[in-house]
């Protein structure tokens, strides 16, 4: 056999010379074997890469598409940037913080959204936990403003108002939009009793500095360092105890957070790179409307005729809490109470584990440390939610009769601080 057959046969191209480089795609150079085109199928790896890699682009802009109009509320994104130009042009306060605080909502329900489908690949427990983050970060970014700014009645009244919403108003509504056409719906007992005796725990250490302030000092005003020193102890405690709360419900009693038997996980409806993606995006973009609506906060409110006290526990804290709303009357209205318990009660143990911790510590980066001395009202509402949430999840049933109860009982609250003076 001549050379040329020889090389000819090795390469299996019959009277092709070995001195001719192989089929190359043009461009696709590097790696073993890349870039070489196959005769028979017209393509090549480097061109099945490409193509894959358009195409993944492609599905997550498709995915991120049917995200933004999966709700009506999403027309309401048109506020983001109407909220910035207004700021910007120097409009009057009033009208900045209301379309800031309207391009919040539609903000924290993609978060809402985006939460819900990632953690339908995760889980309801990591799922929960992973919800009750993300819509604890609005509440804590905005707080963080409002201490840089000296509103540090607004700041504790939104830790107040946060318990107190997911507890009562978020948790209410999941019940009754879950419970609307079923007889009732069921959720992990256990799960329920040791969520509740966690936050029952967490307040009450919340609110020791002022139970405090009132044995030893007679009121419930500020006194100096000692308080300030115990708020700081407190809030060191309250964060050990966040952190051994993960390692229970995450690691060493995972089968707790499972869901009950008569609850099935529906199949994920996006891809978890696209709701991961939105999930980012979303809260950019409420941290940037979180400091314009904080930088008008107090002339718009003035103009309103509400109370510091008033703004932070009702109006700040359904704003930040709205991410938490969605997801959890979603997840209930398609029967996943146990997602919807664990978004609502691990909001509120959050914000009392984590949130106000953090808002003490970051107190002293501004200069000014911030105790957690609260209104004597503010304590009296936050047990007599907890008690009333611990009765009615007692028996790890639920239906829509005991959500009216819950949002009847937050609607007193919220009628009782209107008149509460300032």
């Avoid at 089929?23 to 393509?43: A, L, Q, V, Y």
């Avoid at 996943?336 to 106000?356: R, T």
């Amino acid at each position: 056999m001549s050379s040329q057959g020889a090389e000819a046969a090795l390469f299996g191209q019959p009277g092709t010379d070995s001195s001719a480089p192989p089929n190359r795609e043009p461009g696709c150079t590097g790696g073993k074997g890349r870039g070489f085109r196959n005769d028979r199928t017209g393509t090549s790896f480097c061109g099945r890469l490409l193509g894959e890699r358009v195409n993944e682009r492609l599905s997550l802009g498709r995915d991120l598409g049917r995200f933004l109009s999966s709700s009506w509320l999403n027309v309401l994104l048109i506020f983001v940037p109407a909220s910035i130009i207004l700021d910007f042009a120097h409009f009057p306060p009033l009208l900045v913080f209301l379309t800031a605080a309207l391009g919040i909502i539609p903000l924290a329900g993609l978060v809402g959204m985006a939460t819900l489908a990632t953690s339908q690949h995760i889980g309801p427990g990591p799922g929960g936990l992973l919800n009750a983050t993300f819509g604890n970060a609005t509440e804590l970014i905005i707080a963080l403003f409002a201490l840089s700014k000296g509103l540090v009645v607004v700041v504790k009244a939104s830790i107040t108002g946060s318990i107190l919403g997911n507890m009562l108003l978020v948790l209410g509504v999941s019940m009754l939009a879950g419970g609307w056409g079923r007889e009732r719906q069921r959720f992990n007992r256990t799960t329920a009793g040791t969520a509740v005796a966690m936050l029952m725990l967490a307040v009450t250490a919340l609110v020791m500095p002022a139970v405090w302030d009132l044995v030893v000092a007679g009121s419930l005003a500020s006194h100096g360092p000692v308080v300030d020193l115990l708020s700081l102890l407190t809030g060191l405690v309250l964060l050990a105890t966040y952190s051994a709360s993960l390692v229970f419900s995450l690691v060493t009693h995972r089968e707790l957070l499972a869901p009950s038997d008569e609850q099935e996980m529906l199949a994920p409806a996006h891809r978890l790179s696209s709701a991961v993606v939105l999930l980012l995006l979303a809260t950019a973009f409420i941290a940037l409307e979180s400091e314009v609506l904080v930088g008008v906060l107090v002339p718009a409110t003035s103009a309103l005729g509400l109370t510091q006290l008033f703004v932070g526990v009702i109006v700040v804290a359904v704003i930040g809490n709205a991410a938490e709303h969605f997801t959890a009357t979603s997840a209930a209205t398609r029967g996943e109470m146990d997602l919807a318990f664990q978004v609502a009660i691990g909001a509120s143990s959050q914000v009392a584990l984590l949130v106000a911790p953090l808002l003490v510590l970051a107190s002293y980066l501004f200069g000014a440390p911030m105790d957690l001395v609260f209104n004597p009202f503010e304590i009296f509402a936050l047990f007599l939610a907890v008690l009333s949430v611990g009765i009615v999840t007692l028996d790890g049933e639920s239906n829509w009769f005991e959500g009216i109860q819950l949002v009847a009982v937050y609607a007193i609250l919220a009628l009782a601080f209107f008149f509460v003076p300032g």
